[in-house]
Structures are given as C-alpha cells and as structure tokens.
C-alpha cells in the first residue's frame, strides 16, 4: 500500500529517502570532492554504499563490474604511484596547451604532441594525487571486456559505449555515498598504466580498469556546479536545431 505523498513506485518525487536529501538535490549538488577528513569509513557503511550502487543500469544487465577496496598500505601505495605517472602525463597536456588524451575531429588518437616519458618522469605536486593512498575508502573499479554490449565496437573512431556499462554504476557508488554524507571522486590517471596496474592487483586479463574512485568525509563540499546550462547541449530534431527548451519556455521549469 502507498503512503501519501509517494508516487506509484512508493518513493517520494522529490526525494526523502536519500539521506535525507532529494534526488535532485543530490544531482545538482554532488562536485568532486578530493579532500577528506582522517575520518575512517566504517566497513557497515562502505557496503550500503555499494549495496545502493549495484542497481545502476548496464547493457543487457550484464553487470560487469568488480570492485576491488584496497586496504593493504603497499598495494595502495602502489596504485597512487601508478597513478602520479598518469596525472603527470594529463597535466603536461594541459600545459602544452592540450585537451589531455582527446581523440581528434576524426574520433581517432593521433598521439599525445608531448614527450609522455618525459612528461611522466617530470613531478606535478598536486596534493590530491600525491596522498591517493591515504583517502578513506580507495575502490578499483574493473569491468569484465568479455560481458560488455560494446555497439559501436567496429566503428572507425574511438569507442565509447562499452564504458556506459560501467560508470553509470561509477556515478551510482558517488551518489549513494553522498546520502551517507561522503563525498568523492572517480579518477582514470590509474588506467595510463593498466599493465603494471593490473600486475599489481591481480586484475585478469579480461578486464579493464575503469577507474579508482576515492571516498571519505569531505573537508568542504561545494556550494556551486560550473555546469553548462541545458540550451548549451539540447538540439531540436537535429544536431543543428534549434536549442532546446526555446525562450518561451526557458526560466519556467529549469
Ligand atoms: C570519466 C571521468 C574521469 C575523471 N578522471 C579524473 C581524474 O583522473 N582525476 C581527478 O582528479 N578527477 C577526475 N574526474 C573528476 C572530474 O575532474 C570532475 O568530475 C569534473 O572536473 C567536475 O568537477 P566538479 O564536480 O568539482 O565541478 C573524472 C571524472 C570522470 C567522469
């Protein structure tokens, strides 16, 4: 039987149940966070967290994500050092000018336009990346090749549907650490060194690395998103259309 005041799926419009913060709310309000107080995350609460995520969508529901929470001093120290490589070679991009790893017009790679050996030996203090191994919760997330509905697999241009059976979850395991008052971020700059990544953690060879997620009780949390706004992005009909919602209907229910 309903309540009053839910809808037909017994969960109220705006929200109620997620941590005593609406859906929406938490959708507008959930920036990356990279500090963390020293706070542990109690293990009971780690896991409700992934209870929650595991009902993101995936194609066919074929559900190809393993999560690895690392615990181990040295194996975490190994992934933030992985992972300075990979920060390093994003950020020598940025300096240079560069959109970091973006294929061209074409949606193909036509290599880094830097020295990715020398950006990699060069240091990039940056504090988040260098205390990786000291965040609260540090998650690996892997997905099963062999399991992903990748429709676009044989298209001459980058891929990118196989990944949107995973991050979605990515995105999910954020959010419901929200609700329990955690804050976080997904980082990639793991994924530069895959190999040796997956060496370290015993990650099959059947799986790829997705990204490591790190979790705990934030510092701060962000007041403001810079996001673009929807007429930015939404096209009437066609790509080239009009911008959607139109100027009668803009400022009403945006
Ligand atoms: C696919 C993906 C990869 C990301 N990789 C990294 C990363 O490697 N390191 C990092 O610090 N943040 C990473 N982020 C977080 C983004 O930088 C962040 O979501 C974006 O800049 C918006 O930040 P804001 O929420 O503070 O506005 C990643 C986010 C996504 C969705």
Redesign the pocket.
Known sequence: MQSSGTGPNGLKPGGGDQGGMGLREAMRT?????TFTEEPVPDEVLARVLDDARFAPSGANAQPWTVIVLRDPEIRRGVREL?VL??RE?RAQVKAGLRPFAPGPDGRWHGPGIDLAEAAATPQPMT??DSLDRAPVLLVLCARLTALAVADVDLDRQSIVG?GSV?PF??NVLLAARAEGLGG?????LVRREPAAAKLLAIPADHAIA??IALGYPQRR?TR???RPVEEFARLDTFDGPAFPGPASRGTTL
């Open positions: 959930s920036g990356a966070e990279r992972s990979g920060w994003y988040f990346i990944g991050y990515a995105q971020v997904l980082t990639t700059f990204g490591v962000a998103l810079t996001r």
